[in-house]
Nanobody
Framework: AVQLVESGGGTVQPGGSLRLSCATS????????MSWIRQVPGRGFEWVST???????DYAESVKGRFTASRDNAENTSYLQLNGLRTEDTAMYYC???????????????RGQGTQVTVSS
């Protein structure tokens, strides 16, 4: 079965940093385009980034220049480095093996349980 397990969230002050991880199993990770998405309670999902199997990454304008997505195909793991965090980045963050669908507003693919990021002074 497909499994995605996010970790690394926490509470930081504005301007702080976090590194999220997404450990995966049950599918051929190296062949999949992976995305990060986030959700604020009471609101819909928001696309954050999409990383192809070759490492090429696209970012939402709201995080470009502050967040960096990467992947380790040998470890079947995706990462999201969050720098320069803002209060509006507060959300539950999920990884998904969606082939890049989230970039087009499709959020129905498999994802993990999420990891909470809270940015507060």
């Amino acid at each position: 079965a497909v499994q995605l397990v996010e970790s690394g969230g926490g509470t930081v002050q504005p301007g702080g940093s976090l590194r999220l991880s997404c450990a995966t199993s049950g599918f051929t990770f190296s062949s999949y385009t992976m995305s990060w998405i986030r959700q604020v309670p009471g609101r819909g999902f928001e696309w954050v980034s999409t990383t192809r199997s070759d490492g090429h990454t696209d970012y939402a304008e709201s995080v470009k220049g502050r967040f960096t997505a990467s992947r380790d195909n040998a470890e079947n793991t995706s990462y999201l480095q969050l720098n320069g965090l803002r209060t509006e980045d507060t959300a539950m963050y999920y990884c998904t093996n969606d082939g890049g669908a989230a970039k087009s507003g499709i959020f129905s693919r498999a994802r993990g349980q999420g990891t909470q990021v809270t940015v507060s002074s």
